[in-house]
T-cell receptor
């Protein structure tokens, strides 16, 4: 079975631009979460979605938004990019309350 | 708010030796989960071991074991017979039972180097 897949793997954007990151969960997993990992730090929780509804939100500005589609894939959108948004963005999927399985992440660089 | 602290930014160990990584956490909850994740250069977070707070017995997975001290809010990871493939960043993480599946709170990480 395929694991959690994220696209793209790397991305370079300019300050002020908008970016969309994509995540496909493991087949059968209906819960998807997003984390931001700044270089040298542990991941920080951004969002969780389950059955297309937001179930949790971390301490991130409104520039960050997400959604989950009927096939349980998810997109993370970040508007008005700042240099500080440069990070590894990790997606994780699970059965509800089950173990989280992570993808390999999208490395976003804002210049 | 729950917090997780890893006080060892870097650790190194000789191949085949044993190493212990430290983690402390803060919570007012009585029931929760604790995890150790490994993040190799490939960037993918891999679950190493988990511990349910209501279980007194320390979790063990092959060469990996934990020392869970609930009263002290301490959760250390012991790696026995260290192998070159164990080299990675290790993150301690907390999850409340009442949260959804994946709201994990991570520590800052410990970079483990294995010396051949």
């Amino acid at each position: 079975d395929a694991g959690v897949t994220q696209s793209p793997t790397h991305l370079i954007k300019t300050r002020g631009q908008q970016v969309t990151l994509r995540c496909s969960p493991i087949s059968g997993h209906k819960s998807v979460s997003w984390y931001q990992q700044v270089l040298g730090q542990g991941p920080q929780f951004i969002f969780q979605y389950y059955e297309k509804e937001e179930r949790g939100r971390g301490n991130f500005p409104d520039r960050f938004s997400a959604r989950q589609f009927p096939n349980y894939s998810s997109e993370l959108n970040v508007n008005a990019l700042l240099l500080g948004d440069s990070a590894l963005y990790l997606c994780a999927s699970s059965l509800y309350r089950g173990e989280a399985f992570f993808g390999q992440g999208t490395r976003l660089t804002v210049v | 708010a729950q917090t997780v602290t890893q006080s060892q930014p870097e650790m190194s160990v000789q191949e085949a030796e044993t190493v212990t990584l430290s983690c402390t956490y803060d919570t007012s909850e009585s029931d929760y989960y604790l995890f150790w994740y490994k993040q190799p250069p490939s960037r993918q977070m891999i679950l190493v071991i988990r511990q349910e707070a209501y279980k007194q017995q320390n979790a063990t997975e092959n060469r990996f074991s934990v020392n869970f001290q609930k009263a002290a809010k301490s959760f250390s990871l012991k790696i026995s017979d260290s192998q070159l493939g164990d080299a990675a960043m290790y993150f301690c993480a907390y999850r409340n039972v009442d949260w959804g599946a994946q709201k994990l709170v991570f520590g800052q990480g410990t970079r483990l180097t294995i010396n051949p």
